[in-house]
């Protein structure tokens, strides 16, 4: 394993995957690449052995490269402070060779909103597989809505928004009795390996809720090319986004700027526009495409006071 002295690593671990990402000094990226899915929820289940199998596989990917000298790794389902989030840090910093204090776990959640806001000022919703609106007091208190998972809610995030989409195009299938036509149709289609029941469900269950949410790309190429039936599925999710936002100001007491971000953020203007008129007017409402990978090698340089 080769020393880097100016490398700093940021982690986005999820349910369908995990990224990572080295940067210099200067924050250029070095090298990235990814892995399969660890979370906290997979550390509870008999799945954790297998997560950290993962984990040290990737890390090992990462060491053939460099050595970082600070890691940030942004975690879904994490519990800050918890005994999940200690296996975590010292798995990773023995993989790397590293001191503990070096390696900072954290709910993925607060790595997104740090990077959007400073403690205290704004509301993040983030909807990447999920959705979830957040807010990060000065005194480190979290406020947050939704991010119940996909077998309650998540309503707005990627594996809702394949569904929805998918929802749409079977239903008009059954209506008619054969394969429904349109754009947004086609690409489902052409993304899952058929038109027929039997080679859409082998793929949907099969791949599970990654699969799904890996829809939202299609349904988003699909409403850039003016397809009626999934802009409505976006404008919904929109709505829902802007739902979260509302719930948490709402307990807060007070008006404050709203940020999108994570994957459903770059499905474009007809979820964007539809969240931001759902917001309560006056509302400032921006949209961040960094990706949360990005945000947490960017915390790790600010760690070592090299943020900028």
């Given at each position: 394993?080769?020393?880097?002295?100016g490398a700093y690593l940021g982690l986005d671990a999820?349910?369908?995957?995990?990224?990572?990402?080295?940067?210099?000094?200067?924050?250029?990226?070095?090298?990235?690449?990814?892995?399969?899915?660890?979370?906290?929820?997979?550390?509870?289940?008999?799945?954790?052995?297998?997560?950290?199998?993962?984990?040290?596989?990737?890390?090992?990917?990462?060491?053939?490269?460099?050595?970082?000298?600070?890691?940030?790794?942004?975690?879904?389902?994490?519990?800050?402070?918890?005994?999940?989030?200690?296996?975590?840090?010292?798995?990773?910093?023995?993989?790397?060779?590293?001191?503990?204090?070096?390696?900072?776990?954290?709910?993925?959640?607060?790595v997104a909103y740090l990077s959007a806001f400073a403690?205290?000022?704004?509301?993040?919703?983030?909807?990447?597989?999920?959705?979830?609106?957040?807010?990060?007091?000065?005194?480190?208190?979290?406020?947050?809505?939704?991010?119940?998972?996909?077998?309650?809610?998540?309503?707005?995030?990627?594996?809702?928004?394949?569904?929805?989409?998918?929802?749409?195009?079977?239903?008009?299938?059954?209506?008619?009795?054969?394969?429904?036509?349109?754009?947004?149709?086609?690409?489902?289609?052409?993304?899952?390996?058929?038109?027929?029941?039997d080679a859409i469900r082998r793929a949907v269950y099969?791949?599970?809720?990654?699969?799904?949410?890996?829809?939202?790309?299609?349904?988003?190429?699909?409403?850039?090319?003016?397809?009626?039936?999934?802009?409505?599925?976006?404008?919904?999710?929109?709505?829902?986004?802007?739902?979260?936002?509302?719930?948490?100001?709402?307990?807060?007491?007070?008006?404050?700027?709203?940020?999108?971000?994570?994957?459903?953020?770059?499905?474009?203007?007809?979820?964007?526009?539809?969240?931001?008129?759902?917001?309560?007017?006056?509302?400032?409402?921006?949209?961040?495409?960094?990706?949360?990978?990005?945000?947490?090698?960017?915390?790790?340089?600010?760690?070592?006071?090299?943020?900028?």
């Open positions: 394993m080769a020393d880097a002295p999820g349910g369908s995957s995990t990224r990572w990402l080295l940067v210099g000094e200067s924050g250029d990226e070095l090298a990235r690449g990814s892995g399969g899915p660890i979370s906290a929820i997979q550390l509870r289940t008999d799945e954790r052995e297998a997560a950290l199998e993962r984990l040290a596989a990737l890390l090992a990917e990462v060491g053939s490269t460099a050595r970082p000298v600070r890691v940030v790794a942004g975690v879904t389902g994490l519990e800050p402070g918890s005994p999940d989030a200690l296996t975590l840090a010292m798995t990773a910093a023995q993989a790397l060779a590293l001191p503990e204090p070096a390696v900072r776990v954290m709910p993925d959640i607060h403690p205290g000022s704004g509301v993040l919703v983030y909807a990447g597989t999920g959705s979830i609106a957040f807010h990060l007091s000065a005194g480190g208190v979290g406020t947050r809505a939704g991010g119940h998972g996909y077998l309650v809610d998540d309503a707005g995030g990627g594996f809702w928004i394949g569904r929805e989409a998918l929802k749409r195009v079977l239903r008009r299938a059954d209506e008619q009795g054969a394969p429904a036509g349109g754009t947004l149709a086609g690409g489902l289609y052409a993304a899952l390996g058929g038109s027929d029941w099969a791949g599970g809720r990654a699969r799904v949410a890996a829809l939202t790309r299609v349904v988003a190429l699909a409403a850039a090319r003016g397809d009626d039936d999934a802009r409505a599925v976006l404008a919904a999710a929109g709505a829902e986004l802007a739902r979260l936002a509302r719930v948490v100001s709402g307990r807060l007491g007070v008006a404050l700027p709203v940020v999108l971000a994570g994957g459903v953020a770059r499905c474009g203007a007809p979820l964007t526009s539809a969240m931001e008129e759902a917001l309560p007017s006056g509302t400032r409402f921006s949209v961040s495409t960094r990706e949360p990978v990005e945000a947490a090698a960017a915390l790790a340089r600010e760690q070592a006071g090299l943020s900028g």
